[in-house]
Every structure is written in C-alpha cells, then in structure tokens.
C-alpha cells in the first residue's frame, strides 16, 4: 500500500523550459510535503516544503503546489537548467505528535535537463 | 560543516555476517532516522530515535537493530546478514520532528550481501 506516488519514473526537458513533477498520496493524515534532491552517489537533499493549509510555496526557481481535493502535488523548476538533473523525491509527514516527524516517500523521478 | 556522517561508504558482507553501520551527526539534532533505498524505490524508514536512549522502530525493522547512547551517534546494526538487505542505507536527522523541518541525509552506505 504505497501511501505516496511519483507514477512518472523520469522526464526528460530542454535548458530553460519548464519541469513539472507529480506526486499524489492517499492519506489524509499527512500535513507537511517535502521535495528532496538526489544526485548520484549523495544522500537527498532538501528542496522546498509545504503546509497542507497551503496551497503555493515558491522558492526562487522552486514552486510547489498542493491540490488538497485531488491529493496531488506538483513541483514546478524554472528555469530548468541541466545542473536540476538529478532524483526527485516527493515526501509527506502524518500530523500529530506520535509521528515524530517520519516520512514516508515517493519512488522518485529522474529529471535529465538537455543543454 | 559535517552534518550528518555516515561509515563506511561501501561494504560487501557475506550471508551470516554481521556489521554496524555508522552515524553521527554535528547539529546537536535530537531526532535521528535509518532509512533504506532499494534499487527504483523510495526510501524506506527502518528505525527512528527522538532522543539519547529513545529508540522505535519503523516501517521495515526486521533484521536490524540501532541505540542511541548519545546525541551525535545513532548506529545501525545487522546481525545475520541477508542477500534481502543488500542495499544504500541512509541516515538522516532533524532538530525536531514538527512542522515542516527538514530532515538532513549523510551521503549512504552502499552495502552488498553475497
């Protein structure tokens, strides 16, 4: 029961268009969601995160969007640029107290930007 | 500026074997996780610690076992290795385990079982 769904495994953009990747969950339980970076042979790296009382958070380049109703969330990077290739992990923490901040992840898509 | 540290990098153990991965972190975070990646997979939470001496497990605790004697330390210990635990192990920490505070990777143990 895969609680967290990255269903495209990779996208391939051109330097300086836009890069959308998707994430939907199933539980209703989950309050914050998370975008992490992974490159080769590192461990992920923080991107952007957002409340579920949101519905927009932008970082620079970095946009993420959560649609509530739908259970979907998306990550929007523009401009690409081919230093964005790399993992993309979707991950969402469960509210409360007794969820000591556990997150539960996506499977990942692999984002290639071609110069 | 460490962050969080994990040894070693790569491993191959034999079936039976048993080993301690490493883990230590430098931000004086409280909260520790273990997690495992397989090959096309997210990653997998295996134990989690929310303090020196408080441990529990996660989603796939079977076959490992973790302490936490220390704030900086939280190892990962596998008693009987298994060709199923072959995996890249990740350690990560949090100042706390609220909101939307991120959680902070070492680089992996690349660790096979043959």
């Known amino acids: 029961d895969q609680q967290v769904k990255q269903n495209s495994p990779s996208l ?8 959308i990747l998707n994430c939907d969950y199933t539980n209703s339980m989950f309050d914050y969601f998370l975008w992490y970076k992974k490159y080769p042979a590192e461990g992920p790296t923080f991107l952007i995160s957002i409340s579920s009382i949101k ?22 990077i523009v401009p690409s640029q081919p230093g964005d290739s790399a993992v993309y992990f979707c991950a969402a923490k469960e509210a409360g107290g007794t969820s000591y901040g556990k997150l539960t992840f996506g499977q990942g898509t692999i984002l290639t930007v071609h110069p | 500026n460490a962050g969080v540290t994990q040894t070693p990098k790569f491993r191959i153990l034999k079936i039976g074997q048993s080993m301690t991965l490493q883990c230590t972190q430098d931000m004086n975070h409280n909260y520790m996780y273990w997690y495992r990646q397989d090959p096309g997979m997210g990653l997998k939470l295996i134990y989690y610690s929310v303090g020196a001496g408080i441990t529990d497990k996660g989603e796939v605790p079977n076959g490992y076992n973790v302490s936490r004697s220390t704030t900086e330390d939280f190892p990962l210990r596998l008693e009987l290795a298994a060709p199923s635990q072959t995996s890249v192990y990740f350690c990560a920490s949090s100042y706390s385990g609220s909101g939307g ?4 990777f070492g680089d992996g143990t690349r660790l096979s079982i043959l």
């Open chain 1, 55 to 76: 519905d927009k958070n932008e970082d620079g380049r970095f946009t993420v969007f959560l649609n509530k109703s739908a259970k979907h969330l998306s990550l929007h």
């Open chain 2, 101 to 104: 505070q991120p959680q902070h």
């Open chain 1, 12 to 19: 391939s953009v051109q330097e300086g268009r836009i890069s």
